[in-house]
């Protein structure tokens, strides 16, 4: 398997196919470059390389023990980058994943970043504080980490049964596949990264790396989204990020890069080659 070892000794997995401008993607908790695969096969088979890993803890990198959270993560995304030489590259993150790609250009700079793409991303804050009283109560997040610890292979199957896709709309059309792939991705993550990285992805502030941001952005979000809400998210982002294009989808949720990879892909593709987009409701 191709990895890169890391300056702490971590091993990263990464998937590198196709080639051409680079797409480097960042995925959510608790999953694995594995979530990519649809944009992964769309863009490599339309000239792009497309570069994918496994966040430490996750998938098939190092099961660590220290290290889950925002800095180190943005850090191993900064040792990938400068290890296969990307360079002029398209930096597509969704929910967590956003969140490292915000802290990676925040920390790292824009060097070597063409474009910017956060997708249901969970910047710029999502617990509630008192700056930031339109996110969520820390009791979501105690409640995520009570039922890993009780019961983390339940847990794992509720998630993407019911929120994660919006399986819990009557209008969703349910796939047990892609349940049953939620939870291979996550129960490949290790206990204690996964754990950590709930409070990665919810306590960590990243006003200050959007607002660093000097790279075209766009900033795609479902209003249905109930793992990431929009109002605290999204549209907060969007005002944050210089001359950030905002594109809303109605009614789709936070998995739409899975269930609703057609339209997203598309809509990827006409930012990556520089097309207007809408700054509206798709």
Known sequence: MPTIKTHDGTEIFYKDQGSGQPIVFSHGWPLSADDWDSQIFYFASRGFRCIAHDRRGHGRSSQTWDGNEMDTYAEDLAQLTEKLDLRDAIHVGHSTGGGEVARYMGRHGTGRVAKAVLIGAVPP???????????????????????????????????????????????????????????????????????????????????????????PTLIMHGDDDQIVPIGASALRSSELVPGAMLKVYEGLGHGMCTINHERINADLLAFIQGVQSEQASA
Request: proline share 5%; with cysteine; aromatic share 16%.
């Open 125 to 215: 804050i999502m617990v509630r504080t008192d700056t930031n009283p339109g996110g969520l109560p820390i009791g979501v997040f105690d409640g995520f980490r009570d039922a890993l610890v009780r019961d983390r292979a339940q847990f794992f199957r509720e998630i993407p049964a019911g929120p994660f896709y919006g399986f819990n709309r009557p209008e969703t059309e349910f796939s047990q596949g892609i349940v049953d792939n939620w939870w291979r991705q996550g129960m490949m993550c290790g206990f204690k990264a996964a754990y950590d990285c709930i409070r990665a992805f919810s306590e960590t502030d990243f006003t200050e790396d959007l607002m660093d941001f000097d790279v």
